[in-house]
């Protein structure tokens, strides 16, 4: 069931948003030109990569690409890029991601190999399931990257803090996950986004 509802959902989704991500689409390349996608290697279900989407809301940067991450860093981001990052329009694209099977509408956020690599034991109960584009934790983190620009050692404070409560709240998800639970996960999440930015 829940299969088959991320089909649905993420096969609806994209054609009923499609003149937004075609908006979308001319907004970044108006801004910092192509190109308009940004497709980065994180860690799926049993631990497989595969290539996560986006849309580009920082300058250009291979290294990005192939999975490294600067936690708290703003300094590439561009104008469109802001706007995209606090609405998580830019996490549209994901919904494709969903129809070809990589992710769910909900369960744990994938990561990049560097964080999976920081708790490797505890990844291999999470990556049990196909990773989502919301969970309990996405919530409960949603101005993440703030309290990163925030912190003296971003990467340590989301390595020996932010990271190890996402896993808790990975492994509960998991734990407790249901079909009409993840309905109301849909909706928490776009109160969230909607109401509460």
């Given amino acids: 069931m829940k299969r088959l509802f991320d089909i649905l959902a993420a096969g609806f989704g994209l054609l009923l948003l499609s003149p937004l991500l075609l908006l979308l689409s001319v907004a970044v390349v108006a801004d910092s030109g192509f190109p308009v996608f ?9 631990g497989r990569g595969f290539r996560l989407a986006k ?3 920082m300058s250009i940067s291979k290294d990005a690409e192939r999975g490294a991450f600067e936690a708290g860093s703003t300094r590439r ?7 995209l990052r606090k609405t998580k329009l830019d ?39 196909r990773p ?16 990163l620009a925030a912190a003296a050692d971003p990467e340590r404070l989301y390595r020996e803090e932010i990271l190890p409560r996402k896993l808790a709240c990975y ?5 407790t996950r249901s079909f009409w639970g993840d309905i109301v996960l849909i909706l928490r999440t776009l109160w969230v986004v909607i109401w509460h930015r």
Avoid at 132 to 147: K, Q, V
Avoid at 171 to 175: F, S
């Fill in 55 to 57: 849309f580009r809301t």
């Fill in 171 to 175: 492994e509960a998800y998991i734990a």
């Fill in 77 to 83: 981001v561009t104008r469109v890029g802001r706007l």
């Fill in 132 to 147: 989502g584009i919301t969970d309990p934790a996405s919530i409960l983190y949603r101005n993440e990257e703030e309290l």
């Fill in 38 to 46: 940004f497709r980065q290697e994180r860690a799926g279900r049993g």
């Fill in 91 to 129: 996490e549209l694209l994901q919904l494709w991601n969903v129809l070809t099977g990589d992710m769910s509408l909900v369960g744990p956020r994938p990561e990049v190999r560097k964080w999976v690599d920081a708790y490797p034991e505890r990844w291999v109960c999470v990556h049990a399931v």
